[in-house]
Nanobody, 118 residues
Framework: QVQLVESGGGLVQAGGSLRLSCAAS????????MAWFRQTPGKEREFVAS????????SYVDSVKGRFTISRDNAKNTLYLQMSSLKPEDTGVYYC???????????WGQGTQVTVSS
């Protein structure tokens, strides 16, 4: 059974930092492209960052470049998102996702809430 379990969300003041984690099981994490998405009420889910299996290729949405860092530990089947210099507009539910070959991101976690106060 595929499981993606996010943790690490919470309430933080603007300018603060958080590290999100995503524990994966039930599939071959070490060969999967992984990503973080986020969603706020009334808006579509937005891509935040992705990382390939070997961690030598990362991609970020422009709004988080220089502030967020995606990483992974294949030995621990865990994906991370280090978020720094947080802004109120970073508020949302953050989801971990795993890509399936030729199908895109079809495996999703339940999400973790991040709230940045001004």
């Amino acid at each position: 059974q595929v499981q993606l379990v996010e943790s690490g969300g919470g309430l933080v003041q603007a300018g603060g930092s958080l590290r999100l984690s995503c524990a994966a099981s039930g599939f071959t994490f070490s060969t999967s492209i992984m990503a973080w998405f986020r969603q706020t009420p009334g808006k579509e889910r937005e891509f935040v960052a992705s990382i390939n299996w070997s961690s030598n290729s990362m991609s970020y949405v422009d709004s988080v470049k220089g502030r967020f860092t995606i990483s992974r530990d294949n030995a621990k089947n865990t994906l991370y998102l280090q978020m720094s210099s947080l802004k109120p507009e970073d508020t949302g539910v953050y989801y971990c996702a795993a890509a399936v070959a030729f199908k895109g991101y079809t495996r999703w976690g339940q999400g973790t809430q991040v709230t940045v106060s001004s």
